[in-house]
């Protein structure tokens, strides 16, 4: 019985941790989506991310630490929505993405 309780505490203080830990990282990941739309001139919509994936990867030295994945939202335009995304290796970026976008048209005249 004891052990059960032990392993109840040690169970919730872990799900805690990660709670906490995740809590930390997406400000990361938001802070990280707001400067690239800040330095490329563009407009972070609705200035949140949303994770789309998590696993166990192991960095530079060999350490193993969450990979979090996330998705957010950005206009070129302020009349469109474009996917960027932004991966997180512990709460270090370790990849950011706006996309490729297509050039404004531009009309001819003829």
């Not at 872990?14 to 800040?38: F, G, H, M, N, P």
């Not at 990867?57 to 996917?83: H, I, M």
Request: proline content about 3%.
């Amino acid at each position: 019985m004891f052990n059960l309780e032990v392993l109840s505490l040690i169970a919730l203080a872990a799900l805690i941790w990660l709670w906490l830990d995740s809590l930390k990282a997406r400000e990361v990941a938001v802070q990280a989506a707001r400067a690239a739309c800040t330095a490329e001139a563009l407009l972070l919509l609705d200035d949140t991310v949303a994770i789309t994936n998590l696993a166990l990867r192991r960095d530079d030295e060999g350490q193993v630490k969450l990979q979090r994945a996330y998705d957010f939202e950005f206009s070129d335009t302020g009349n469109n929505r474009l996917k960027g995304s932004v991966v997180l290796l512990g709460h270090r970026v370790t990849l950011l993405n706006v996309g490729l976008r297509m050039p404004p048209t531009v009309p001819t005249l003829h």
